[in-house]
């Protein structure tokens, strides 16, 4: 499984933490197609709002609409 983020750097990412011990060598691999369709789900819902408001740019305000709007992202709130 071949994703668009490095799989090196997302493990050294993850074993910053302390609390995460040694990391399975497809958990990486896991963690990025998850990465990768979170993004593809963020900036298609945002290229929506910019065709709304037929806008050629997606913005960071229509990023923060998309998170604002959409309860699934309200870790993402702050």
């Given at each position: 499984?071949?994703?668009?983020?490095?799989?090196?750097?997302?493990?050294?990412?993850?074993q910053?933490?302390?609390e995460?011990g040694?990391?399975a060598q497809?958990?990486?691999i896991a963690?990025?197609?998850a990465?990768?369709?979170?993004?593809?789900?963020?900036?298609t819902?945002?290229?929506?709002?910019?065709?709304?408001?037929?806008s050629?740019?997606v913005?960071?305000h229509?990023?923060?609409?998309v998170?604002?709007?959409d309860?699934?992202?309200?870790?993402?709130?702050?």
């Amino acid at each position: 499984v071949k994703t668009k983020f490095p799989t090196a750097r997302i493990k050294r990412i993850m074993q910053a933490d302390e609390e995460v011990g040694k990391v399975a060598q497809q958990t990486p691999i896991a963690v990025g197609k998850a990465l990768e369709l979170f993004m593809v789900h963020v900036v298609t819902k945002s290229a929506e709002i910019a065709r709304e408001k037929n806008s050629k740019r997606v913005t960071a305000h229509m990023l923060k609409q998309v998170i604002q709007s959409d309860g699934q992202y309200d870790f993402l709130a702050d």
